[in-house]
């Protein structure tokens, strides 16, 4: 059996002391005109009735939830876990809550998500826009509201929110670099969908690549993927199909790099020393697959911890959308381990 829920309140401890609720609610939050001494005794009185504030009173009475709502696409995705990680802890330190939302990849469940949000009247949002979303009216409204939103990772510049990004730009530029300066000369790109901004970032930083390096643009070796292990399966088989085939793959992001090294260990290419292969995100499994995944690391924690302190920082007197939108650029880290480095 569950234990009753005390249900002692600012009268309870008013009463014992002799002094009125409104004093006690100044006392329990630090206010500078009660004295030391009755903040004591308030504390000490409240922890002997175990009062627990009630947040719904608390937050109808100054007209904030203390709950940010937080929207990512996965939560099957480390990537997306970590940066929530950062959001907490940032969160936390501010005495905020985080609600959490997972769109499943789906811009019907997004936008579900972002009505759940606004009706349970939470103090911000923040959010990472689904790879299925090409409608932003959902976020739009959002704004309309004049309830804070802060966009990371993939991001619309269009909804003209503040933001936090990694390059994604110089992330894949470095990461094809990365396989050319180990001897690649047809390196392939397995895509995301190009509607979606960080994927078409991407694919231009993989091209630029190639022409710094006087390497020829050979489409056949550019093949679009649904960022999935099975998609990265199916594309790396293709690229294997082909009359020439490559000797180095960048994929567009870890899972797909999961489904390429599928489908060339079952081809026989031995790794890195047929095809050389670098993903992108650096998720947990990565370093404990044989080989291990070579990657790109996208600072998840300070991704989180920076989206949470834009929007507490811009959120200061209710000025939020009054300040020039802000966007976070965050470099990417690059991390070579067994499927790039060729001895």
Not at 175 to 202: M, S, W, Y
Not at 211 to 232: M, R, W, Y
Not at 303 to 311: I, R, S, T
Not at 319 to 340: D, H, N
């Amino acid at each position: 059996m569950w234990e009753p829920i005390n249900k002692s309140t600012l009268l309870d401890i008013a009463r014992v002391l002799n002094i009125t609720p409104s004093t006690v609610s100044r006392a329990l939050n630090g206010h500078s005109a009660i004295s030391v001494s009755t903040k004591e005794a308030v504390h000490k009185i409240a922890q002997k009735l175990d009062y627990y504030p009630n947040r719904v009173a608390s937050s109808l009475r100054l007209g904030k939830s203390r709950i940010i709502g937080v929207i990512i696409p996965s939560a099957e995705i480390n990537f997306f876990g970590s940066v929530v990680h950062g959001i907490e802890k940032i969160a936390n330190e501010n005495d905020y809550n985080v609600l959490l939302y997972q769109s499943s990849e789906l811009e019907e469940i997004e936008k579900k998500g972002v009505g759940t949000f606004l009706r349970s009247r939470v103090d911000g949002v923040l959010a990472s826009i689904s790879k299925e979303t090409t409608n932003l009216a959902h976020f739009r409204e959002i704004k309309r509201r004049g309830v804070p939103l802060v966009l990371f990772d993939r991001v619309d510049d269009d909804l003209d929110v503040p933001s936090v990004v990694i390059d994604d730009f110089n992330g894949a530029y470095k990461a094809t670099q990365h396989l050319i300066d180990g001897g690649c000369e047809r390196v392939a790109h397995i895509t995301g969908p190009q509607h979606v901004a960080i994927f078409n970032k991407r694919l231009k930083g993989y091209k630029k690549a190639l022409e710094e390096n006087g390497l020829l643009l050979d489409e056949e070796l550019i093949i679009a993927g649904q960022v999935t292990i099975e998609s990265g399966y199916q594309c790396m088989m293709e690229l294997l199909n082909l009359a020439n085939a490559p000797d180095g793959v960048f994929a567009v992001e870890d899972f797909t790099a999961l489904g390429a090294i599928k489908a060339l260990k079952e081809k026989g290419k031995k790794i890195p020393e047929e095809v050389a292969l670098i993903g992108f995100a650096n998720e947990a499994f990565g370093e404990y697959i044989t080989p291990s995944l070579s990657t790109v690391d996208q600072q998840t924690i300070k991704m989180g911890e920076a989206a949470a302190k834009l929007f507490f920082d811009l959120s200061v007197d209710g000025a939020f959308y009054k300040s020039p939108r802000e966007k976070v650029i965050l470099e990417p880290v690059l991390v070579y381990r067994q499927t790039s480095l060729r001895t």
